[in-house]
């Protein structure tokens, strides 16, 4: 069992940087994939990024490629998603996920999801 949560949401003007966190907690997190997804409002939860329990294998959304870096710290139970050149469409409700599979981009393959954070950049 993986409880996850997450923090660091807020309002950014466009062009400005946030960094996301997500606790985990549980013994076992160095065995889980994790994944951030978001939702903006009246659209569907879509990927922004994932890694494998190890850090070796990373895979973004097209949208975020170059701009967003998602990285973890086993020791700290912590997976973190650096945003930076943010823009209005990224604003949305950031949600991290865990599963003990391999890093998918496929919402329905994380079991443990996380309350979801806030992110709104201004124009």
């Known amino acids: 069992q993986v409880q996850l949560v997450e923090s660091g949401g807020g309002l950014v003007q466009a062009g400005g940087s946030l960094r996301l966190s997500c606790a985990a907690s549980g013994r076992t997190f160095s065995y889980y994939a994790m994944g951030w997804f978001r939702q903006a409002p009246g659209k569907e939860r879509e990927f922004v990024a994932a890694?494998?329990?190890?850090?070796?294998?990373?895979h973004y959304a097209d949208s975020v490629k170059g701009r967003f870096t998602i990285s973890r710290d086993n020791s700290k139970n912590t997976v973190y998603l650096q945003m930076n050149s943010l823009k209005p469409e990224d604003t949305a409700v950031y949600y991290c996920?865990?599963?003990?599979?391999?890093?998918?981009?496929?919402?329905?393959?994380?079991?443990?999801w996380g309350q979801g954070t806030q992110v709104t950049v201004s124009s």
């Open positions: 890694l494998s329990w190890s850090g070796d294998t990373t």
């Open positions: 996920a865990a599963d003990r599979g391999p890093p998918t981009l496929e919402p329905s393959s994380y079991g443990y």
